[in-house]
């Protein structure tokens, strides 16, 4: 049974900063490239950052450029998202996602989703 469980979601100041984990199992965690996305109240699912299955090329969105760090233990089955200088605007639910081949910056590229994280940033 594929599983994907978010934790580290929560409420913090603007500025402030928070690491999303997920842990992966029930697939082979190292042969997936793996994301992160986000989707705030009335808006669709975005693309946040993505790492692929060796660790070795990452990418991000323009909004998470300079402030997201996305990284992997493929030993631990985890994915992670380091978030600083958090703003409002980041409000959303964090969800990651296992692609099974390249993973882009479209949903449609995963396989498997979490169930997914808030975060909350107040002003």
């Known amino acids: 049974q594929v599983q994907l469980v978010e934790s580290g979601g929560g409420l913090v100041q603007a500025g402030g900063s928070l690491t999303l984990s997920c842990v992966a199992s029930?697939?082979?965690?190292?042969?997936?490239?793996m994301g992160w996305f986000r989707q705030a109240p009335g808006k669709e699912r975005e693309f946040v950052a993505a790492i692929t299955w060796s660790g070795r090329t990452t990418s991000s969105a323009d909004v998470a450029k300079g402030r997201f760090a996305i990284s992997r233990e493929n030993a631990k089955n985890t994915v992670s998202l380091q978030m600083n200088s958090l703003k409002p605007e980041d409000t959303a639910v964090y969800y990651c996602?296992?692609?099974?081949?390249?993973?882009?910056?479209?949903?449609?590229?995963?396989?498997?989703w979490g169930q997914g994280t808030q975060v909350t940033v107040s002003s």
């Open positions: 029930g697939f082979t965690f190292r042969r997936y490239d």
């Open positions: 996602a296992a692609s099974g081949g390249v993973a882009t910056t479209s949903p449609r590229s995963y396989n498997f």
